[in-house]
Each structure stands twice: as C-alpha cells, then as structure tokens.
C-alpha cells in the first residue's frame, strides 16, 4: 500500500512496504542515510537531511511522534503536526522517502510499548532527572526504526547532545552496523536553537529566548578564561536566566563531554559540555554547547 502523495516524495506508512522499497535500492547498491524525526521540520532537521543527502545514496525520513517519550501527556497533545507541509519541506531538501508510520505500526501490542531499552546512568541525569522515562521511550523507538531501516548512516542533532550520546551508546551496546552522525546546532539569527516547540513562542518570547544562547556562550568564555570557578559561572548563568530572562530554569550544568557527570573543574584540557533546560512560559527549551 502506497500513500497517496502530491509530491514525488515516496511516502511509505507500512513497514512491509517501506522494506520492498529499500531493499530494492539496497539491490542496486545504495547506501541508505537515515534521519528519525517527530515531524513540524525546520531548518535544523533539514541540515540532518543535507548531511544524508551528501553522505548516502538514499535519504529516508521517518516522522513518528512517539507517544512512549512524552512524560507530560499535555506536551504530546500539543505536539505540533503538519504533514503536508513536512513533505513539502521533504521534497524541496530532495529526501528520497518519508516513512509515516501510525502509532499501531510501531506498537501493534500495547506490550510493545513496555519494551524498552535502558540507557543506564547516562539516562539518569540532566533530561533524565527531569523528565523520568524519557530516554527509555525514545531509546526503545530509535531501536526500533533503526531496526526497520537499516540505514547505513543515521543523523542526529547536538541540539538534543544526550539524546544523541544515548543513541550512540544503544547502537555500540547492540553492536549494530550503523555510523551515528552528530550534526552542528542550527540556530535562529539571534542564536536560539531552533526546535519544533519554537512554533508555540510569541515573536517577543523568541527574541527573550535568545538569552539561553547568549549565556551559554558567556559561560563557555568564563571557562576558556580560567577566571572563575565553575560553581560561580553556574550561580550567575542561573541568576541571569531566572533574573533578566524570567524563565525557570530546570538545571544548568557543566558536564564532562562523554559521561555527562558533573564537573567541578577542567582536567588536562578535557572536552566539556554545558547543558540548560528552561521553561519559557509553559514551553520548555534545552540547548548546549561544547568547550
Ligand atoms: P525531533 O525533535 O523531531 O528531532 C529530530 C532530529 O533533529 C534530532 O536528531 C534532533 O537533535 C535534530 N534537531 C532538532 N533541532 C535541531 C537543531 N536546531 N539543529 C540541529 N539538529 C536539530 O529528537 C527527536 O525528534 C526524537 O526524540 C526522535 C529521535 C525522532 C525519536 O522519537
């Protein structure tokens, strides 16, 4: 069963079909690139399809809104969908085939959905802590699509830097013979990553937004510096964020680059991350930058 399209676009919704599909290009020596998403694309999802679209043969997109990573069901619901104009977006990038399962292709039995792979402590801190039985669900569905495409390739965002880690660690763990790509941020003209949940910010809120960047990038320079501690740098970026920006914040955090535990101060020149989440409104926006 094909879906009906406007576009030329294959747009495949069933796993058997999208399979006699990819086997048929696999049959002809393609390399298969793949980028999962949860649809409502922007200009970073399809930097991840640039990057495909250079490195393999074949680009499959996947939209599935995974219910089994959403904690807040309010977020699920709101949720932004916009198929039609996702495929558009799909077609202008040049993607070769969109896979649209419903919730029923992924999840036949509803034992389905309690299967799930556990990412370990990794898992536990920063979006974990927050947002308990995320990463499970969304580890779980990426093994899943990943187990239906068989990319030789798949491409992932720093944006969602854990999200990423996780998946990297989920792909060595199963020893599955997929490369995962990590893709630069793409940000707004004021330096707010871009994010599907940018849709639901007012034109104020956005431009207010852009403060999570800048302190990100202010705290990046303080550590290259030397000048101060940690401890401070983490005081006076939460300060400024709840002070000037008026968001509540839910962690801001200087981390080591692979383990995401916690750091207090710089070993031998070791790479660093620093993660935020913060609220704006009731819209919630993560972002990160590697020092
Ligand atoms: P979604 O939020 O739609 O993101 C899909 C991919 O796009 C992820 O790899 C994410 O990191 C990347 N992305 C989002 N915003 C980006 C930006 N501004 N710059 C660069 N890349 C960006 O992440 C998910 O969906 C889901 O958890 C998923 C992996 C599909 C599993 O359900």
Redesign the pocket.
């Given at each position: 069963m094909r879906a009906f399209s406007r576009f030329i676009l294959e747009t495949y919704l069933s796993i058997s079909d999208l399979n006699e599909y990819l086997d048929s290009k696999r049959g002809s020596g393609a390399s298969i690139g793949f980028?999962?998403?949860?649809?409502?694309l922007?200009?970073?999802?399809m930097?991840?399809l640039k990057e495909s679209k250079e490195k393999c043969g074949i680009t499959v997109c996947?939209i599935?809104v995974?219910p089994t990573?959403f904690n807040d069901p309010k977020d699920y619901q709101l949720y932004p969908k916009n198929t039609e104009k996702d495929k558009k977006i799909l077609e202008e990038t040049g993607c070769d085939c969109l896979f649209l399962p419903n919730v029923e292709e992924i999840y036949p039995y509803d034992e389905f959905k309690q299967i799930t792979f556990d990412p370990g402590s990794l898992g536990d801190v920063l979006e974990g802590a927050h947002r308990p039985g995320h990463f499970a669900g969304?580890a779980s569905?990426?093994k899943r699509l990943l187990d239906i495409v068989r990319p030789d390739n798949a491409?992932?965002?720093?944006?969602?830097y854990q999200?990423?880690l996780i998946v990297h660690k989920m792909v060595e763990f199963y020893k599955l013979p997929i490369e995962i790509v990590k893709?630069?941020?793409?940000?707004e003209n004021n330096g707010l990553?871009?994010?599907?949940r940018n849709q639901r910010l007012s034109a104020e809120e956005r431009e207010k937004a852009s403060l999570i960047y800048k302190t990100l990038t202010w705290a990046e320079h303080e550590i290259n510096a030397g000048r101060l501690n940690f401890e401070t740098i983490i005081k006076q970026a939460m300060f400024d964020l709840t002070e000037k920006g008026e968001f509540k914040v839910d962690y801001f955090d200087i981390c080591g680059s692979n383990t995401l535990e916690h750091v207090d101060f710089r070993k031998d020149n070791e790479k660093l991350a620093v993660l935020t989440a913060v609220w704006v409104r009731d819209i919630r926006l993560i972002d990160n930058l590697l020092v």
């Open positions: 980028v999962p998403t949860m649809g409502a922007h200009d970073g999802h930097s991840l996947s599935f995974n990573q969304m569905v990426v491409f992932f965002g720093q944006k969602d999200q990423f893709c630069p941020t793409v940000r990553a871009m994010s599907s």
